[in-house]
């Protein structure tokens, strides 16, 4: 089967993707194997490319917003050829720690990550841990329902540990993939929002969906009650606690982020909070893909063919999307 596979990393305008012919995997215990519809594009997947993350050995096969159709199941799984399932960052995990036992899975030290350390879905077929595929809507297309699965879900984390209520206004740090979606789960929730964003595209993109006021870092206060911030840039964590109301907390959705600066220490007094978030869960899969089938978040695929996934990487990693990048697998 073709797959695009990362041997040695490097910068992604070198195009560290390699076109393999791999063999079709086959399922073990447990596992389901999919013909790959649609896999969406993440800044994530600009890490393993560039070597953040590093492959493991043998390389690494990217992505990991999967929709998938199950064309083969091993024995003990619990889906069915015909099925079309959705396959998230969260590729296994030991079941047997006591963060497994208590549904915090995403802080498992044996946890492994598709599409770095768990082939992806930049291939024609993969195979997954049945119990960390989830069922998905019938009503949408794989490229619509594909950046759900990490953009969405990773957000709809972020968004819960900030904190943010009904009324309450929410700060939105950086707006790429993932902020698109989470502006408009916080909008459905109720709460104002406000987008930190350089680029006047941005910000604009920002105000169509709904947000309150969209602008640069350095503008004045804007007495946000949690901020979500979704820069790799730990430079920004000075400025976003600026905006922040005491008692407030800012949590960083980055799988990877450049040092944190010193920080004086009146920006976090007034009981502020600062917080990363790690990975996602199951039970936040099931969840947010149950919020998205009531209506409230829509996605904004741009289509890539197969063959363009070095572009989709530097266009993603250059901001020069305009929604979510995701590959067209199968038709």
Same mark, same amino acid.
């Given at each position: 089967m073709e797959a695009w596979q990362v041997d040695t990393p490097g910068p992604v305008e070198g195009r560290p993707l390699v076109r393999r012919d791999l !063999? #079709?995997?086959?399922?073990? !215990?447990?596992?389901?194997?999919?013909?790959?519809?649609?896999?969406?594009?993440?800044?994530?997947?600009?890490?393993?490319a560039e070597g953040d993350l590093e492959p493991p050995p043998g390389g690494a096969i990217p992505g990991h917003q999967i929709v998938g159709e199950v064309v083969a199941a091993g024995a003990g799984a619990g889906h069915r050829p015909g099925d079309r399932v959705?396959?998230?960052?969260?590729?296994?995990?030991?079941?047997?720690?006591?963060?497994c036992r208590e549904g915090r899975e995403n802080l498992c030290s044996r946890a492994a990550f598709?599409?770095?350390?768990?082939?992806?879905?930049?291939?024609?077929y993969t195979v997954a841990?049945?119990?960390?595929?989830? !069922?998905?809507?019938?009503?949408?297309?794989?490229?619509?329902?594909?950046p759900l699965l990490c953009a969405g879900v990773v957000g709809y984390r972020a968004f819960r540990l900030a904190g943010a209520r009904p009324g309450e206004r929410l700060g939105l740090l950086g707006f790429g993939a993932s902020a698109r979606l989470v502006l408009q789960v916080a909008r459905h929730r109720g709460c104002e929002v406000v987008v930190f964003s350089r680029r006047e595209s941005h910000a604009d993109d920002a105000l169509s969906l709904g947000a309150a006021w969209a602008g640069p870092l350095s503008a004045d206060g804007r007495d946000c009650h949690a901020i979500v911030s979704f820069a790799?840039?730990?430079?920004?964590?000075? #400025?976003?606690?600026r905006h922040l109301r005491p008692g407030g907390a800012l949590v960083l959705n980055a799988v990877?982020?450049?040092?944190?600066?010193?920080?004086?220490? #009146?920006?976090?007094?007034?009981?502020?909070?600062?917080?990363?978030?790690s990975n996602v869960t199951r039970a936040d899969a099931r969840e947010f893909l149950a919020l998205a089938a009531d209506g409230p978040v829509r996605a904004q !695929?741009?289509?890539?063919?197969?063959?363009?996934?070095?572009?989709?990487?530097a266009d993603v990693k250059g901001a020069r999307v305009p929604g979510h990048a995701v590959l067209e697998i199968a038709s």
């Open positions: !063999p #079709e995997p086959e399922p073990g !215990p447990d596992q389901v194997k999919l013909r790959v519809l649609a896999c969406g594009v993440c800044h994530t997947d600009v890490h393993v959705g396959v998230t960052w969260l590729g296994a995990c030991c079941d047997r720690c006591s963060y598709t599409g770095w350390q768990v082939p992806g879905g930049f291939a024609r841990r049945h119990d960390v595929c989830v !069922p998905l809507p019938s009503g949408p297309s794989p490229l619509e329902l594909a790799p840039v730990g430079d920004v964590v000075p #400025e976003g606690l990877h982020l450049t040092d944190v600066p010193p920080l004086r220490y #009146e920006l976090l007094f007034g009981e502020r909070s600062l917080r990363s978030v !695929p741009v289509s890539y063919p197969f063959e363009r996934a070095n572009e989709a990487l």
